[in-house]
């Protein structure tokens, strides 16, 4: 069975003005579909095949860079795209927003973290928000296409929200100033979807 690249849950437009339609269209269409079609012709034929996108991630071999790039590039971006609505922005409540709190303090000091997590990556990479069993929250960063599913890389636990940093997410709205496309990602941001995946993963 090979991995298909999912439609986005709105259109190319959606996420305007804080995400332009053609970063979008070219991130979904050309820079996801690459990972998809290179995990699925990394995999065909190997014992990976048939198992889940996560499987795959949490008994990763490092030293498999064709799998960690493509299946870390697949496995991101999907998260990334549900992570975001036309309708977010604001703060999580109930459980999520309790646990914020309690990582944090409150939740400009979430924001602020999670923010510089992104903004201090070096190169390209991605931020996360991630749950650990016991419910509890913690933020970090990731080169390339890495995610804390994998063999210690980051965190740990597992990503509820994610942020990419990588030039192709932004460059061509924001060119250098990643910064300002951080500060936008704030008013996208689907925090049901978020909160959801914080209870299935706690
Ligand atoms: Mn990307």
Redesign the pocket.
Same mark, same amino acid.
């Given at each position: 069975m090979a991995f298909n690249l999912p439609d986005l849950p709105y259109s190319f437009d959606a996420l305007e003005p804080h995400i332009d339609a053609m970063t979008m269209e070219i $991130?979904h269409d050309r $820079?996801h579909a690459a990972y998809t079609n290179n995990l699925n012709a990394a995999i065909a034929g190997t014992g990976l095949e048939g198992q889940s996108i996560e499987e795959i991630m949490k008994g990763l071999d490092m030293n498999n860079m064709a799998v960690r790039n493509n299946g870390g590039g697949f496995y991101n @971006?999907c998260l990334f795209w549900e992570v975001m609505s036309p309708a977010g922005g604001g703060q999580p409540g109930g459980a999520l927003g309790e646990a914020i709190n309690s990582a944090f303090g409150d939740f400009n000091t979430f924001k602020d973290t999670f923010s510089k997590a992104g903004a201090t990556r070096f190169g390209s990479g991605w931020a996360w928000l991630c749950v650990h069993s016991g419910g509890k929250v913690d933020v970090c960063s990731s080169p390339n296409q890495d995610n804390p599913l994998m063999p210690g890389v980051g965190c740990g636990g597992t990503p509820i929200l994610g942020l990419?940093v990588?030039e @192709?997410?932004y460059y061509l709205k924001y060119q250098n100033k990643r910064p300002d496309y951080i500060s936008a990602f704030w008013n996208v941001i689907n925090w049901d979807e978020v909160a959801a995946r914080y209870d299935q993963g706690k």
């Open positions: $991130h $820079h @971006h990419d990588w @192709h997410a």
